[in-house]
Protein backbone atom coordinates (compact mmCIF):
# COMPACT_ATOMS: atom_id res chain seq x y z
CA UNK A 1 0.00 0.00 0.00
CA UNK A 2 1.63 3.04 -1.35
CA UNK A 3 0.37 6.72 0.48
CA UNK A 4 0.22 8.94 -2.88
CA UNK A 5 -1.17 12.00 -1.41
CA UNK A 6 -3.58 13.17 1.42
CA UNK A 7 -4.67 16.09 2.45
CA UNK A 8 -7.48 17.08 5.31
CA UNK A 9 -7.67 13.77 6.79
CA UNK A 10 -8.29 12.76 3.34
CA UNK A 11 -5.51 9.56 1.47
CA UNK A 12 -5.73 8.27 -1.52
CA UNK A 13 -3.60 5.38 -1.85
CA UNK A 14 -2.08 2.91 -4.50
CA UNK A 15 -2.68 -1.09 -3.51
CA UNK A 16 -1.25 -3.10 -6.07
CA UNK A 17 -2.79 -1.10 -9.25
CA UNK A 18 -6.09 -0.26 -7.10
CA UNK A 19 -6.32 2.59 -5.87
CA UNK A 20 -8.17 3.60 -2.52
CA UNK A 21 -9.48 6.71 -1.23
CA UNK A 22 -10.20 6.99 2.49
CA UNK A 23 -11.53 9.00 5.10
CA UNK A 24 -10.12 8.44 8.57
CA UNK A 25 -11.65 4.55 8.94
CA UNK A 26 -13.92 5.08 5.98
CA UNK A 27 -13.43 3.86 2.57
CA UNK A 28 -14.83 6.06 0.02
CA UNK A 29 -13.85 4.52 -3.06
CA UNK A 30 -11.68 1.50 -4.39
CA UNK A 31 -11.27 1.81 -8.23
CA UNK A 32 -8.67 1.48 -11.14
CA UNK A 33 -10.00 4.65 -12.80
CA UNK A 34 -7.56 7.11 -11.68
CA UNK A 35 -9.60 9.60 -12.95
CA UNK A 36 -12.59 8.49 -10.64
CA UNK A 37 -9.88 8.38 -7.54
CA UNK A 38 -8.86 11.79 -8.06
CA UNK A 39 -12.12 13.51 -8.47
CA UNK A 40 -13.44 11.56 -5.50
CA UNK A 41 -10.77 12.57 -3.51
CA UNK A 42 -10.82 16.09 -4.13
CA UNK A 43 -14.79 16.30 -3.11
CA UNK A 44 -13.84 15.12 -0.32
CA UNK A 45 -10.85 17.12 1.05
CA UNK A 46 -12.93 19.87 -0.41
CA UNK A 47 -16.05 19.20 1.95
CA UNK A 48 -13.27 18.56 4.77
CA UNK A 49 -11.32 22.10 4.41
CA UNK A 50 -12.10 23.88 7.61
CA UNK A 51 -11.55 27.21 6.10
CA UNK A 52 -14.18 26.26 3.12
CA UNK A 53 -17.12 28.11 4.58
CA UNK A 54 -15.20 31.15 5.59
CA UNK A 55 -13.79 31.58 2.03
CA UNK A 56 -16.99 31.41 0.03
CA UNK A 57 -18.45 33.88 2.14
CA UNK A 58 -15.54 35.91 1.19
CA UNK A 59 -15.77 35.20 -2.56
CA UNK A 60 -19.39 36.09 -2.84
CA UNK A 61 -18.46 39.64 -0.80
CA UNK A 62 -15.99 40.18 -3.68
CA UNK A 63 -18.19 39.23 -6.75
CA UNK A 64 -20.87 41.60 -5.36
CA UNK A 65 -18.22 44.29 -5.26
CA UNK A 66 -17.06 43.47 -8.35
CA UNK A 67 -20.43 44.02 -9.74
CA UNK A 68 -21.11 47.03 -8.21
CA UNK A 69 -17.75 48.38 -9.51
CA UNK A 70 -18.55 46.84 -13.16
CA UNK A 71 -21.90 48.89 -13.07
CA UNK A 72 -20.63 52.22 -12.02
CA UNK A 73 -17.88 51.95 -14.33
CA UNK A 74 -20.51 51.67 -17.06
CA UNK A 75 -22.37 54.20 -15.98
CA UNK A 76 -19.79 56.76 -15.26
CA UNK A 77 -18.94 56.14 -19.06
CA UNK A 78 -22.15 56.71 -20.74
CA UNK A 79 -21.99 59.53 -18.77
CA UNK A 80 -19.25 61.02 -20.35
CA UNK A 81 -20.87 61.23 -23.90
CA UNK A 82 -20.77 64.12 -25.07
CA UNK A 83 -22.22 63.39 -28.70
CA UNK A 84 -20.26 66.51 -30.46
CA UNK A 85 -20.86 69.83 -31.35
CA UNK A 86 -23.90 71.45 -28.98
CA UNK A 87 -23.97 68.61 -26.08
CA UNK A 88 -25.44 65.62 -26.11
CA UNK A 89 -28.40 66.82 -27.48
CA UNK A 90 -32.13 66.86 -25.96
CA UNK A 91 -34.85 68.88 -26.72
Known amino acids: MTLIKSKFGVELHDENGVLVVRQGDEELVRTRVQTLANVVFDDATEEADPGRERRAKERAYYDMQRSRSDSFARR???????????GRGGV
Not at 76 to 86: C, D, F, M, Q
Open 76 to 86: AASARKTGGKG
